[in-house]
Structure formats: structure tokens, C-alpha cells
């Protein structure tokens, strides 16, 4: 076995340049200020203290509103899916799961300009009004074109964990409550759903993390003047420079998202009580 | 003791598959019934169709003289105990047996009850709040009965649920399940292809193949008259051997002519003749008519098994005596250790 170890040491040396060190660095540009020479490092709190202005608090409400809404709309599409493709034969679950991940092959910017060319004032969706005599809606630029294009991009991603947990659940369990006397909906409250607990925790956890974080489809779809977390902490690397508060915001995001994973694992560890 | 439930030609197809192939059947109150049958033979689906998880092709299911095959499980007066258990994995003990209570939202405190003096009666006083999944095989295999048992069903199903135990834990199991349908006093439908377990426990033994039920008996029938050679085969080990049926009361067989207890068959019918193992004596050669080589002895624990090489056939023999390799013997048998049996697919 000992050699095989060594096998894994190219590893390890790849999540020590790729992931640690940039981890390190991120928190060590957002604790410093700018202008530092590699010998001195001035240490401060200032670019946290500029988060909680009313500006960027702002973003971080929009974000996370942003981030629940697409969740759960991606949840309550993504379940029913999920369910109805584990009822299918194997092939055909093979088949849809398929169709499910196809689209992820497909570079998401690419995606995301279609759905500007459908969203358009000009779009194919207004042109196909206009030819009912409707005037042209304004669905570009909105909120509603930005939850658009998270849901319809990271559904997938709630889809697969739902689906896994639910395909390799023993069918004599459905079976078992049946015959204890629930009928199909309290057969599925109490046992199908909870047991597929697991699935729909990762499948909200990962749907909600991509969507808290995104910068691409936020601007491609909300335009310019659009910002959210991710937009925020992509213009202060690429166009303000302010590499320091721009850790800053990494940092608290990330934070975030610890904090909110931690609960949802809380929730599904937790004992589910019987009403 | 009326009868409960009555199937009534009953067959199943899967696409071009027919696994039942036409089942009459009458199950009375109160009584332990086994469907016995290798793998295959459709004895868990005809436990299935009684639960209601799978609808019959064609055929009725009496249930109290009225016809449920349309009805779903869950308003069905019978309850299952699942090859796997099926126990609920984010449940702890006293919620999986309160199931059924819960869901016909019976008072707490009657649940709490009833519940305990379940887990009481199959033996796992206390384990009430533990987790489903740290129990042993044989704990959970009492927890699925108590579950289903708390609902005070007419009739328990019981698919193969000894199967995953070890060998003692099962024949324990055997002799408790036993007690406890005689303490509920319901009837028991249990599937099994262990015929040591179906002779054991049941009233009434249902052996089936194929889609067929072979024979319905009592235990001691089932083994001592099997009505063909399938069912000698499947129950116990024998020596089955092709002969005539002279006339009433005598078959000819190996050049030799053998008083017997059968009759009503033709004279100069072919038949199917049974001998058990255990039935056939080996004696000095001088004393008998069938005569034959030692082949083989085995030690089999109780008993040796030897084999004797006679003209037309290999006999098999259970006996505590000792017999070398390559002896001389003689073979006896009295009038009742002839079962004979019409050949199979005459009737």
C-alpha cells in the first residue's frame, strides 16, 4: 500500500499551488491595505468596515434575496422532475438524466446569449407578440430575466442530488407504508420526501451557493448597472483594482456560505419529529 | 373456521411471461399457511396480489367473501413483513412500529400502548427509542413484525422473512413465530422456499411450481403422501422410482413385486413410486429381494448416508448404522414405506 501513496503526492501539490495558497492569499490582501512591498505588511480592518456601507449592503440583500428566490424556484421545479424520472425504467432514467445534463455541456455564456436573443425588446418572445398585437414587455434587465437564466442554469445541478437520493431508496419502503395504511400523498410526506432529505440539501446548498456567487448571467441578463455579490467583487479585481476590499467581500461571502451550509446540515442531522 | 380468503383462478402475465398459471386456493381463520416453491415458482406474487401491490391478470381475491384484487394496499385488512425488513431508516424503533397507528391517527396514549406491548410480545421491551439501523438481523425482523402486527391485521404476510438470518437465529425465529400467531390467533400467509421451515411451522402447506400449486396439505401429508414426483422431489430427500401398479394393494418395481397400501389405480397403470431415505433398511443380502453394492457412506451427523448400487438404480439410504464401501447388502421395506403417485401430468 505504501507506494501507492505516492502516487497522491502530484495531488497534493496541486491543492497546495491552486487552492491553498490562493485561500491564504485572499484572506491576507482583505486583514491588509493597499501599496504593501513583500517586507512590510500593514494589517487593518478597514476594508470590512467599507462593507457596511448602505451601498454594498445593498448588493449583499439583493444577492441573497436573489440567491433564496432562484433556490427555490429551482426546488420546486427540480422535485417533481426528479421524482417522476426515478418511476421510469432504468433505461429511461439513464435517458433523462441525460437530457437533464446536456445543457451543461454547453459554455453558459453561450446559453445565456440566447436567452438574451429570446428576452430582447426585439426578441423572438416580443416579435411573436407583436404579431398577436401585443405590445412589446420589457423582460431584459430585470429581476426577472436574471432569475431566469440562474434557474434555468443551475436546475440541473438540484435535479441530480434529488434524483440520486430517490433512485437508490429501497422501493419496499413505499411499499411498507402503503401497507401500514398511508395512501399515496402521506406515503409520500412521511417517508418518500424524508428520506430523500439528503438529495434536496445538496441539490439547495449547490444551486444556492452558484447563485449567490455568479457574476456572468447577473450581468449579461441584469445589465450594467446590475450588481451583485459576484459583480461586486469582479469589479474590484478587474476594473477598480482594489484588490484588498475585493478579498474583503470574498471572505464574507465565503463565510456566508459556511455559515448557511453548517444550517442546512444541522437541519437534515436533526431528529425529524413525527406530527 | 370459515375461510378468510379465496383466491380464485387467479394467473399473472409480465409481458409475454406468465408466472401465475391459474391459483385456487381457500385460507381459513387462524391458520399458519405456507407457500412452498423453489425460486421462480410464484409464491412471493401470490403474496403480492394479497397485499395488493400487484393486480391479477384474471382471477378474484375473496377477502370475507368479497373481491379485493381492485383495491389499494392501504385499505386492505392484511399487513406485511418484508423479505428486507423495509424498516423506515429515518425512524427509531417505537416510530416504525407506530407507523400504522400514527397514520390512522389513533390517541397517543393509546399508541404508546400498543406499541410497547408489541415490542413486549416480540421480545424488545426498552428498545423503543433506538436507532432502526444499529439493530441485529433478528431485532429488526421482530421490529417489521411488531409493525405490522400492532395494526391488528386479519391476516400477517410474511415474505421469506427468515432468509437473511443465520441458521440458529432461524430456526429461534421459527419456533417464536409460531408462538406468536398462536398468541394473536390471526392468520399467517408465509412465503418460503425452505421446506424444513414450511413443515415445521405450518397447518396447511401449499407447494407450488411453476406457476402451479402442486399440492395443499398438512405438513405430515405434504411429506408422507406427496401427490407427484415434484413435490417428493422438493419435500425431503427420496428414492423415486418408475413401476407398475399391479392391482390394489401391490406395485411391481426392479423385477419385483411389493405389498403396499395404495389402490385405486388401474391395473397395469405406470407409476411414480416414493421411498424416503430413512424408510428403507439395509439388511444381509440373504434376507431380501432388492440387493445391491455399498457405493458411498457419508457422515452426515446424525446419520450416515449411503448409497447401494443396485441392478437398475442407485438407492439412498439414511440409517445410524455403519456400512463399509463395497459390502454386499439386502434392501427392506414394509407395505406403508411405499407411497406410490400417479405420474406426473395425468390427471
Known amino acids: 500500500m505504501k507506494h501507492f ?62 440567491g433564496v428566490l432562484t433556490t427555490a424556484i429551482c426546488f420546486v421545479m427540480g422535485y417533481p422532475l426528479a421524482y417522476i424520472i426515478s418511476k421510469q425504467d432504468d433505461s429511461i432514467q439513464d435517458m433523462l438524466i441525460m437530457a437533464v445534463t446536456i445543457p451543461t455541456w454547453i459554455n453558459m455564456v ?19 407578440l407583436g404579431l398577436l398585437g401585443i405590445d412589446p414587455v420589457t423582460m431584459m434587465y430585470t429581476n426577472f430575466s436574471v432569475v431566469l437564466g440562474l434557474v434555468c442554469n443551475l436546475v440541473p445541478f438540484m435535479i441530480i442530488p434529488i434524483h440520486t437520493s430517490l433512485r437508490k431508496m429501497d422501493p ?51 445589465g450594467g448597472q446590475f450588481v451583485l455579490i459576484g459583480n461586486l467583487i469582479e469589479q474590484q479585481f478587474v476594473s477598480v483594482g482594489d484588490w484588498n476590499f475585493g478579498s474583503a467581500i470574498s471572505t464574507i461571502l465565503a463565510v456566508l456560505i459556511l455559515i448557511a451550509m453548517r444550517l442546512m446540515k444541522k437541519m437534515d442531522a436533526s431528529p425529524m419529529d413525527e406530527a | 373456521m370459515g375461510d378468510l380468503i379465496e383466491l380464485k383462478n387467479l394467473t399473472k402475465n409480465y409481458d409475454d411471461l406468465q408466472v401465475l398459471k ?52 392501504y385499505k386492505r385488512e392484511v399487513n406485511t413483513v418484508f423479505q428486507k425488513y423495509a424498516l423506515f431508516p429515518h425512524m427509531n424503533v417505537f416510530d416504525n412500529v407506530a407507523f400504522g397507528l400514527n397514520i390512522k391517527k389513533v390517541d397517543k396514549s393509546v399508541i404508546e400502548t400498543k406499541v410497547n406491548r408489541m415490542l413486549n410480545l416480540v421480545g424488545l421491551k426498552g428498545f423503543g427509542p433506538r436507532d432502526v439501523s444499529n439493530l441485529s438481523g433478528g431485532q429488526q425482523q421482530r421490529v417489521a413484525i411488531a409493525r405490522a402486527l400492532v395494526n391488528e391485521p386479519k391476516v400477517l404476510l410474511l415474505d421469506e422473512p427468515l432468509g437473511a438470518l443465520d441458521a440458529k437465529l432461524r430456526k429461534e425465529m421459527q419456533t417464536e413465530l409460531k408462538k406468536i400467531q398462536k398468541e394473536v390467533g390471526i392468520t399467517f400467509v408465509f412465503v418460503t422456499h425452505d421446506q424444513e421451515e414450511a413443515l415445521t411451522m405450518s397447518d396447511t402447506v401449499v407447494v407450488m ?42 406395485v411391481s418395481f426392479d423385477d419385483f413385486d411389493f405389498e403396499c397400501l395404495d389402490k385405486g389405480f388401474p391395473e397395469n397403470e405406470p407409476v411414480d413410486i416414493v421411498i424416503r431415505p430413512e424408510d428403507l433398511d439395509i439388511v444381509e443380502p440373504e434376507a431380501a429381494n432388492l440387493t445391491g453394492l455399498v457405493k458411498s457412506v457419508v457422515f452426515m451427523g446424525v446419520h450416515y448416508e449411503i448409497i447401494v448400487e443396485s441392478k437398475y438404480r442407485d438407492y439412498k439410504i439414511h440409517t445410524t448404522d455403519f456400512s463399509p464401501v463395497g459390502k454386499q447388502v439386502g434392501l427392506t421395506l414394509t407395505p406403508d414405506d411405499i407411497h406410490v403417485m400417479w405420474k406426473m401430468g395425468v390427471y
Not at chain 2, 411450481?209 to 427420496?238: C, K, L
Request: hydrophobic share 45%.
Open chain 1, 5 to 66: 501513496r505516492k502516487l497522491s503526492v502530484p495531488y497534493f501539490i496541486w491543492c497546495i499551488i491552486f487552492i491553498l495558497i490562493p485561500l491564504v492569499l485572499i484572506i491576507l490582501y482583505a486583514f491588509t491595505n493597499g501599496g504593501n512591498d513583500v517586507k512590510t505588511l500593514n494589517f487593518t480592518l478597514d476594508n470590512f468596515a467599507r462593507i457596511f456601507d448602505e451601498t454594498y449592503i445593498k448588493v449583499f440583500a439583493k444577492s441573497l434575496l436573489l
Open chain 2, 209 to 250: 411450481n411453476e406457476g402451479t400449486i402442486q399440492m395443499i396439505g398438512s405438513p405430515i401429508d405434504v411429506y408422507n403422501e406427496p401427490e407427484n414426483r415434484f413435490v417428493a422431489q422438493f419435500i425431503g430427500e427420496s428414492n423415486i422410482i418408475e413401476g407398475t401398479m399391479k392391482k390394489d394393494l401391490l
Open chain 1, 172 to 222: 419496499s419502503l413505499t411499499e411498507a407504508a402503503m401497507d401500514l395504511g398511508a395512501d399515496p400523498v402521506q406515503t409520500f410526506i412521511r417517508v418518500i420526501f424524508k428520506l430523500s432529505m439528503p438529495g434536496v440539501i445538496n441539490g439547495i446548498i449547490m444551486v444556492f451557493l452558484m447563485a449567490i456567487s455568479s457574476f456572468v448571467i447577473p450581468r449579461l441578463l441584469g
Open chain 2, 22 to 73: 391459474g391459483i385456487n386456493l381457500n385460507i381459513k381463520e387462524n391458520e399458519f399457511l405456507t407457500l412452498l416453491g423453489p425460486s421462480g415458482c410464484g409464491k412471493t406474487t401470490t403474496l403480492r396480489i394479497i397485499a395488493g401491490f400487484e393486480e391479477p391478470s384474471s382471477g378474484e381475491v375473496l377477502f370475507d367473501g368479497m373481491d379485493i384484487s381492485r383495491i389499494p394496499p
Open chain 1, 110 to 128: 453561450i446559453r445565456t446569449y440566447a436567452w438574451i436573443n429570446l428576452l430582447s425588446d426585439n426578441g423572438i418572445i416580443n416579435g411573436l
